[in-house]
């Protein structure tokens, strides 16, 4: 029994080694960003539109992808952090603006992390306050482990697996392929486009795929985790896979909503959708979303702030990171932990916050236009970057994304007035 239990121990080392060695900065940033809002916003895109919208978020890995490429371009050409980079090219006001949008853009996506843990303790009975209080503890206690970046990262790779439950529902539900063929279909009729509520959709599943945030948390991470241009090939394999199982998990999450529709279910607001998935679907798949969910929204909670960080640690020229000892880097530690405190608190006075959600998604995609641009911009700078510089075509294709994602985003707002 000896030897098997050491056998079995030796296992899952050499398991967990080699998890760790495939997965890191890329992997984690693209399981963040299906966070709570994300995933529910996914839910209402199926409920709503039906198929309408798969085949958008399957060809949403794209951009997603290409556009976080960059930020290893920039890692590993400078060795710097965009945050630091931005100020050093563009002016302390350019960085500041930046960051306060970042901000902004932040405190909206706590709101619906917070309002979702907050929902699934309601339906088990647990008090608002003690749920988001729990959040919070987990979030000020991961700086017990600060001095070494790889120990917070083992922590957050085990959050992220809990995430691709969602992928059950690919098992639970199924996939329709004539209705997804019919679906794709659709995307090349003009008449689509007519629809106000399918605008509004895609650009908040666009808000909800790339955000700001990822951003500066990418570039920064490569760099704290150390990570040479040896790595480059590697790190662009794992933000592949991460693009692809993210938009998978979108995809799941819209297969969910247009189950709960045919099923007379809700997806208005993170409790009435709760309480649908358990209803309909039962308490097994009840309680395996609300893992799911609480999974994806303290991750999201980790990594967004360790994004903001990042950045105003490097435009106010501090250490930053989690390989530096809280002693060594208290700016960075403080306003990890600061930024936070807001959104729990509007949660805990207002419990109807995530009906915004489809809002906040929107204003994502047009806030993700000014970082987008100037990554863009640094990313072509040989100077800056060597031989990690993108070409002019793919810089002009980027640019064009861009400005389509900002003008979607615009139209969408305007239309939703």
């Given at each position: 029994m000896l030897a098997v239990s050491n056998k079995l121990a030796?296992?899952?080392?050499?398991?967990?080694?080699?998890?760790?060695?495939?997965?890191?900065?890329?992997?984690?940033?693209?399981?963040?960003?299906?966070?709570?809002?994300?995933?529910?916003t996914a839910m209402q895109s199926g409920y709503y539109l039906s198929y309408l919208m798969i085949p958008w978020l399957i060809l949403l890995t794209i951009p997603l992808y290409f556009t976080q490429e960059l930020t290893i371009r920039l890692a590993l050409g400078s060795g710097r952090g965009i945050g630091e980079i931005i100020k050093d090219r563009y002016g302390k006001r350019a960085a500041l603006s930046s960051l306060l949008l970042m901000m902004l853009i932040d405190g909206a996506a706590y709101l619906g992390e917070y309002a979702s843990v907050a929902a699934v303790g309601l339906t088990l009975g647990i008090p608002v306050i003690a749920s988001v209080l729990i959040i919070l503890t987990l979030h000020t206690i991961i700086i017990l482990l600060s001095g070494s970046y790889r120990r917070i990262e083992d922590i957050l790779l085990l959050l992220s697996t809990l995430i691709l439950v969602y992928l059950a529902a690919f098992i639970v539900i199924g996939l329709n392929p004539t209705a997804l063929y019919e679906s794709t279909e659709l995307m090349f009729n003009p008449s689509s486009y007519s629809n106000v509520s399918y605008i509004g959709l895609l650009a908040a599943n666009i808000g909800a795929a790339i955000m700001p945030w990822m951003l500066y948390y990418q570039s920064s991470a490569i760099v704290d985790k150390g990570l040479k241009p040896s790595h480059y090939t590697?790190?662009?394999?794992?933000?592949?896979?991460?693009?692809?199982?993210?938009?998978?998990?979108?995809?799941?999450?819209?297969?969910?909503?247009?189950?709960?529709?045919?099923?007379?279910?809700?997806?208005?607001?993170?409790?009435?959708?709760?309480?649908?998935?358990?209803?309909?679907?039962?308490?097994?798949?009840?309680?395996?979303?609300?893992?799911?969910?609480?999974?994806?929204?303290?991750?999201?909670?980790?990594?967004?702030?360790?994004?903001?960080?990042?950045?105003?640690?490097?435009?106010?020229?501090?250490?930053?990171?989690?390989?530096?000892?809280?002693?060594?880097?208290?700016?960075?530690?403080?306003?990890?932990?600061?930024?936070?405190?807001?959104?729990?608190?509007?949660?805990?006075?207002?419990?109807?916050?995530?009906?915004t959600i489809i809002d906040i998604m929107i204003f994502n995609s047009i806030a993700l236009s000014v970082p987008l641009i100037l990554l863009i911009r640094l990313t072509s700078d040989r100077r800056l970057v060597g031989s990690y510089a993108i070409g002019r075509v793919r810089a002009l294709a980027l640019y064009a994304t861009a400005i389509l994602i900002l003008v979607l985003g615009v139209y969408a707002a305007v239309s939703s007035l």
């Open positions: 030796k296992t899952l080392r050499s398991t967990g080694g080699r998890i760790r060695s495939i997965l890191g900065p890329g992997w984690l940033v693209m399981l963040a960003d299906v966070d709570a809002p994300s995933l529910l590697h790190e662009r394999f794992e933000t592949a896979v991460g693009a692809a199982i993210s938009e998978l998990l979108m995809v799941a999450g819209a297969l969910i909503g247009y189950g709960l529709r045919i099923k007379g279910g809700s997806v208005d607001g993170f409790l009435n959708t709760l309480r649908s998935i358990r209803l309909i679907m039962g308490n097994y798949w009840f309680y395996a979303a609300s893992v799911g969910l609480i999974a994806a929204a303290t991750l999201a909670v980790f990594v967004i702030s360790m994004g903001f960080a990042y950045g105003l640690g490097e435009y106010l020229g501090e250490p930053s990171g989690f390989r530096y000892r809280f002693r060594n880097a208290k700016v960075f530690y403080l306003f990890y932990l600061i930024e936070v405190i807001p959104a729990a608190l509007l949660v805990l006075l207002s419990r109807n916050l995530a009906n």
